[in-house]
């Protein structure tokens, strides 16, 4: 049954009521016309019951705005849905990502994530390419998709909402790596779920890794929110030494906009359930709104924690990713970094849920409490262990 407005529906009760689905709920395809955004192709969803989020076709599939009744979800920066025809790669020492960075959902990756890195690349057997050059969090951001549907689909009186596409990051004498992703939303639920599976198509063996960049903005963040889950550890923190109090924002409670603000990184150890998977949220107590995510932990056994409170870009990053913070180097040594043989594959599973109300804001937090606890110090002393990911 569809829960809609209140009561529970049959798919004949919702056909006895309107003559099209796409009069409350439907995915939309249309082409934005205007400024840097022009050109992009965008699946529009929405579930029903005020969840509306898109889906941008050209930037790997990526989710850009996300709101509920009216009220953002999703981060949006300065720079827009820029057109990735727009996009400089290798632009300012590789720092070109910055111009192009906005939206709930930045998928990074799929050979590098982190900081601009170059590698040794006897893999690929070319003697002009010893190295590689990756810019801060790979390429595949910003590779428009081959789109391969999208609509909705009936299994009983049960209504999903669907879009699915290959995104396909290739070099001569270089990485083949396609992203195939599938993001489903069921008519009459505040749920979003990201079915991706990364496949390496070239017949090199190839470097992997992989970052969700999961932004969210004002409302959801604002002065007072919380950031929650189930901290095991906090492994590391980008300030941590003389400077990690100094702008008087830990790990959990979260500030207004400041000027001048400086970056913070976390990386945090999460605690999986029986299950095996890792539930975390942020949340607005003043409005009882939030988001909730749930990730596989032997999927994406890393997370990240993006704190970017300057004023005009107000941002928290909840990051669930393949590698540790340190990056491509890092892993390398390690015998930690993935390499895919041809035809191997990834699969990564991902739910996002909006949270409306104090009722869904409770709950999420005895979810997530039932796993695991969280330090209640901000500034909890980072132990410098990083989990073995061999």
């Known amino acids: 049954m569809v829960e809609l407005h209140g009561r529970a529906m049959s798919r004949l009760d919702l056909a006895r009521r309107t003559g099209s689905l796409a009069a409350f709920a439907g995915v939309r395809l249309v082409t934005l016309g205007d400024g840097v955004e022009r050109g992009v192709r965008v699946l529009e969803f929405r579930t029903g019951t005020g969840l509306a989020f898109d889906v941008l076709v050209d930037r790997a599939m990526d989710i850009g705005a996300c709101e509920h009744r009216g009220r953002a979800v999703g981060w949006q920066s300065p720079t827009g849905f820029r057109h990735p025809g727009l996009h400089e790669t290798e632009g300012e020492g590789g720092l070109g990502f910055l111009r192009s960075f906005s939206g709930l959902l930045v998928t990074c990756g799929l050979d590098h994530v982190g900081f601009n890195a170059e590698e040794p690349a006897p893999h690929y057997h070319y003697g ?53 992703r599938r993001i489903e939303a069921d008519v009459g639920t505040d749920e979003i779920r990201i079915l991706d599976r990364v496949v390496n ?104 924690e993006w704190q970017h409170f300057q004023a005009g870009a107000y941002a928290l990053g909840i990051e669930p990713g393949t590698n540790h ?66």
């Open 128 to 180: 002009p390419r010893a190295s590689v050059k990756h810019t801060i969090h790979g390429r595949v951001g910003t590779v428009p998709a081959r789109l391969g549907g999208y609509g909705e689909r009936w299994d009983g009186d049960r209504c999903t909402l669907w879009c699915e596409g290959t995104v396909r990051q290739s070099a001569v004498f270089g990485e083949d790596l396609h992203l195939h």
């Open 201 to 304: 198509h070239g017949f090199y063996d190839t470097p992997h890794m992989l970052l969700y960049h999961l932004n969210v903005g004002y409302p959801v963040l604002d002065e007072g929110s919380r950031f929650l889950a189930p901290v095991a550890d906090v492994v590391m923190a980008s300030h941590a030494g003389e400077g990690y109090r100094r702008q008087g924002v830990g790990y959990r409670a979260m500030p207004g906009p400041r000027d001048g603000f400086t970056e913070q990184v976390w990386e945090h150890d999460l605690a999986a359930d029986a299950d095996g998977r890792v539930p975390y949220a942020v949340v607005n107590d003043a409005l009882g709104f939030g988001l909730a995510v749930e990730v596989v932990k032997a999927q994406l056994p890393c997370f990240t």
């Open 325 to 390: 913070v340190p990056g491509h180097a890092f892993a390398r040594e390690r015998g930690e970094l993935a390499m895919l043989k041809h035809g191997e594959e990834r699969r990564y599973d991902l739910t996002l849920r909006v949270l409306d109300g104090a009722g869904a804001v409770a709950a999420a937090e005895r979810r997530i409490s039932a796993v695991g606890g969280q330090p209640e110090e901000d500034y909890p002393e980072p132990s410098g262990v990083f989990a073995d990911l061999r």
